[in-house]
């Protein structure tokens, strides 16, 4: 019984602890402890709109490094992406593009030739087109590397891209 009653103490005494004060906690000075924000991940970066007789790219770089770019490549017709952030997985060949609230999968080539980075390509999905269009926030994914939100890319350069890609897919 009394093993069963120090049981039970211990216990609730645990519980207590474990649920503590649930009111909010206002600092004494809130400008002194407030959290420093984050430098901006993508801060100096801008995208470029790159379009010739091989296809239309989007290019988001800072500093003359190539963050991502996207492109809608013709003979064949293909959507390519690539970063030269993420570190190159032997046994990792998928690639997403996140556009909105939608992943598209892209095959890694894991054999290109590039000092950095990660390319993939793969067919030109017309609903990503149609996101792309509506202004969705772009991000890229490959195996538990991740970029993004990237900035919102220019409304003039946005059309300029959709409109080639939505040509070249046919």
Known sequence: MTRLWISASLTGALLLTACGDNEPQTPANPTEDAAIPAEEPFAGA???LVASGEGVALRLEAGGDLIAAVACTRNPARLEAESDRFQRIMSEDRFTIGAGD?????????EAERAQGVEASGAIPPDLIDRLEAGGAIAFNYGSQSLGPFPAVPEADLETFVADCREIAG
């Open 46 to 48: 801008g995208w470029t």
């Open 102 to 110: 939608e992943a598209y999968a892209l095959a890694a080539d894991l």
